[in-house]
């Protein structure tokens, strides 16, 4: 669920060894539905690659989105 627009949202990454973990994260600890934040980049054939994952602490919905 996109934080803003509140609309759902998927995105398959490919993730390598070159992909980077912030602090305290490493990708065997990751669960589906945990909040993150990740920097990609697209190679040519359109093909999303994780740059960088790091952990979003949730604060609460916001306003514009909260029932």
Known sequence: ???V???QEELVLEVSRGTGFGEGVQF?????GD???VDYEEDPN???H?????RVPLR???KEIAL
């Open 60 to 62: 609460g919905v916001p």
């Open 28 to 32: 065997q600890d990751l669960r589906e």
């Open 46 to 48: 359109g093909i999303p």
């Open 50 to 54: 994780a740059v960088l994952i790091k």
């Open 35 to 37: 909040p993150v934040s």
């Open 1 to 3: 669920l996109h934080p």
């Open 5 to 7: 627009s509140g609309q």
